[in-house]
């Protein structure tokens, strides 16, 4: 079964770190860009970072720029997301998955992605 699952997820206080993981299964990671999305209740999915196969290219949304980091690491067929000095409003179940590229248009097409569950990241004032 071709799967990305979401882990890292937790509860912190505002200025906080966290560090999620996105995990293949069934496929090789290294094969496509990756992006991040997240998704608060009655809110659009956003996309919050992407990262290309070669790692060369990475996109942050305004949001974030500055207080998180993609990398990825392909030989554990995983990417990572360092979220540092988290803010309430990052508040949001956080997902993974591949997508054709990496910039503006991301979360415009996706190739696949596991939707269902994700990792709930929820950061206090």
């Known amino acids: 079964e071709v799967q990305l699952v979401e882990s890292g997820g937790g509860l912190v206080q505002a200025g906080g770190s966290l560090r999620l993981s996105c995990a293949g299964f069934g496929f090789t990671v290294g094969g496509y860009a990756i992006g991040w999305f997240r998704q608060a209740p009655g809110k659009e999915r956003e996309g919050v970072s992407c990262?290309?196969?070669?790692?060369?290219?990475?996109y942050y949304g305004d949001s974030v720029k500055g207080r998180f980091s993609i990398s990825r690491d392909n030989a554990k067929n995983t990417v990572y997301l360092q979220m540092n000095s988290l803010k309430p409003e990052d508040t949001a179940v956080y997902y993974c998955?591949?997508?054709?590229?990496?910039?503006?248009?991301?979360?415009?097409?996706?190739?696949?992605?596991?939707w269902g569950q994700g990792t709930q990241v929820t950061v206090s004032s």
């Open positions: 990262i290309s196969r070669s790692a060369g290219t990475t």
């Open positions: 998955a591949a997508v054709p590229g990496c910039g503006p248009s991301l979360g415009r097409t996706y190739i696949f992605g596991s």
